[in-house]
């Protein structure tokens, strides 16, 4: 499989700044009859999970995928179908940083819609205009974790495929 001209674009970006380091985990699709029937994958759902303490960023990642028959090359529409698949763990990535960070500008590659749910845990409150662009804050609050307690701002928001979306960033 090759990679994309607008995904290597995309890709080089985040290299160029030398502010980013690529991480890569390697996803297992489920077996398919007819492999050369299905396109690339969508992402279906993301949730982040960020802790944002004392200059450093925890961020834990669910995703859940979607791979449609029908679309690769020479497939008849009647053959359309879908198969949804997830990993059945977290991707946990740690790092320093001065702003909460999340990666969304990756959404554009999607052909459909992608659902976003971020979970923001901070030791301060986030301040009155925090504002995540195209996400609506549903709920806050304080919640205990073991010996730590933090402010958690929960955000959903919906992305259309193939359309333009910048990463997050939140200053604390």
């Not at 009155?128 to 073991?146: P, S, Y």
Request: net charge neutral; glycine share 6%; proline share 6%.
């Amino acid at each position: 499989m090759r990679l994309s001209d607008k995904a290597q674009d995309l890709f080089d970006k985040y290299l160029r700044t030398e502010e980013f380091v690529i991480f890569e985990s390697l996803v297992e699709h489920p077996p398919v009859p007819h492999p050369q029937m299905y396109a690339a994958c969508n992402v279906l759902f993301q949730r982040g999970d960020i802790y944002f303490a004392n200059g450093r960023q925890d961020l834990y990642l669910w995703s859940r995928f979607q791979t449609t028959a029908g679309m690769g090359p020479g497939a008849a529409s009647a053959t359309k179908h879908a198969i949804d698949f997830a990993p059945a763990y977290a991707l946990h990535v740690s790092f320093p940083t001065d702003s909460i960070w999340y990666p969304l500008e990756v959404t554009e590659l999607n052909t459909g819609p992608t659902n976003v749910m971020l979970n923001v845990l901070t030791e301060k409150t986030l301040p009155d205009k925090a504002e995540v662009k195209g996400f609506r804050l549903e709920k806050g609050g304080r919640i205990d974790l073991g010996a730590h307690s933090y402010h958690l701002s929960h955000f959903r928001a919906r992305f259309e495929g193939g359309k333009a979306v910048p990463d997050v960033r939140l200053k604390n």
